[in-house]
């Protein structure tokens, strides 16, 4: 839609872009790549996101850091055995990812903060600034927070019965798993479900929250980051006898219904055929073609007004307030102005056009109002 002249244009919406610990540009050089490619980085959490530019808020990349092993200097490869400063490898499970930044004191942020996240806390043995160590320290309050609210993905919004009676219909997707807990308090509760000697063992655990950290409510109580802490704590000290509960989700490939035959009354599993490719412009000529039985039609052109330019618009008065009489006809407080044919016609603020496709309801109102401003 065209905005009339003069009319002030309605800024264009920004996208918001997503906040970072840290951000800046990377170069990064993965197990299948033959070189460097180079993106606006930004790591949140454990997950360092890549961008094509810094006005991206939709990444085109990501690296999680969740199986992180080991982060070196990097001396680039070829017959220089000087390392510039510039290059340094993160060790993942599986894979080795190496980087380049422009200077030495952008790979020593990079790696300082990746080593926050990863083992929450700063590190002390790079060489950083005051000012860098003061980043790191928020950056480390900010993970350990949202560590906190996160919920592992054991966790199911689920009562102490219906946890009770899935980890007994579905043993294969793990026999322990989070829940909120049963007091109200804002606390959670951990259900496990073993097998001893054929018989089936239950148990509930409170799961309190306390400051920024949990506790585990037990005999000698057990001290917690994070729920993902509490969840590794029962895996750790039962030796992995328990194990996280994670619900099977499969999905279908292909689309499928159940259809009766008619003749014998039995259903068979029916895949319906894939429609017909659409052809491009199939469609618009399809809707261009005129129907053989009825002829044409063609729009009857509106009589000119005499004396009039033919983009003139009927004014209507400048009251502040408008009594409208009836449905077609605005009146204001001295009622409708008169214009008589050569009389000086006031300026439409803003150039306006007429649309040509009127109707013949408002074709019809049209004439009548010409007709009074004429008596």
């Known amino acids: 839609m065209a905005t009339a002249p003069g009319l002030p244009r309605a800024p264009k919406s920004k996208p918001i872009l997503p906040s970072h610990y840290y951000e800046g540009f990377l170069e990064k050089k993965g197990p299948k790549d033959r070189d460097y490619k180079k993106f606006w980085a930004g790591l949140q959490g454990l997950t360092i996101y890549l961008y094509i530019s810094n006005r991206d808020p939709q990444y085109v990349e990501k690296v999680d850091l969740s199986n992180f092993l080991a982060l070196t200097d990097d001396a680039p490869r070829g017959g220089s055995t000087m390392d510039p400063g510039t290059h340094f490898c993160l060790s993942l499970e599986g894979q080795e990812i190496r980087f380049k930044v422009d200077s030495l004191e952008a790979r020593e942020m990079w790696k300082g903060f990746i080593m926050t996240v990863v083992e929450l806390k700063v590190p002390s043995n790079l060489t950083l600034l005051p000012g860098h160590r003061y980043m790191m320290a928020e950056a480390l309050t900010k993970e350990k927070d949202r560590r906190a609210q996160e919920k592992p993905s054991c966790f199911l919004n689920v009562s102490r019965v219906e946890a009770q009676l899935l980890l007994e219909r579905y043993p294969d997707c793990g026999n322990m798993l989070l829940?909120?807990?049963?007091?109200?308090?804002?606390?959670?509760?951990?259900?496990?479900?073993?097998?001893?000697?054929?018989?089936?063992?239950?148990?509930?655990?409170?799961?309190?929250?306390?400051?920024?950290?949990?506790?585990?409510?037990?005999?000698?109580?057990?001290?917690?980051?994070?729920?993902?802490?509490?969840?590794?704590?029962?895996?750790?000290?039962?030796?992995g006898a328990l194990v996280p509960f994670y619900p099977d989700e499969d999905y279908e490939k292909v689309l499928g219904f159940v259809e009766a035959n008619q003749e014998n009354g039995e259903s068979t599993w029916t895949v319906p055929k894939p429609p017909a490719p659409r052809v491009p412009g199939d469609d618009k000529q399809r809707q261009q073609l005129p129907d053989p039985g009825?002829?044409?039609?063609?729009?009857?052109?509106?009589?000119?007004?005499?004396?009039?330019d033919e983009n003139y618009i009927i004014p209507i008065s400048d009251q502040p307030t408008t009594q409208y009489v009836n449905e077609d006809e605005p009146k204001g407080l001295d009622g409708p102005k008169k214009v008589t044919p050569g009389s000086s016609q006031p300026k439409v603020p803003f150039g306006v056009s007429i649309c040509t496709d009127i109707t013949e309801e408002l074709e019809r109102k049209l004439r009548q109002r010409r007709a009074n401003l004429e008596k």
């Open 179 to 239: 829940r909120p807990g049963s007091d109200r308090s804002g606390g959670y509760s951990i259900t496990t479900r073993q097998t001893l000697n054929g018989a089936e063992v239950v148990r509930h655990y409170k799961v309190k929250r306390e400051g920024l950290g949990y506790v585990i409510d037990v005999e000698e109580p057990i001290s917690c980051s994070s729920l993902h802490d509490v969840v590794n704590y029962f895996v750790s000290n039962t030796k």
């Open 294 to 308: 009825k002829p044409p039609w063609v729009p009857t052109p509106l009589p000119p007004v005499p004396d009039q």
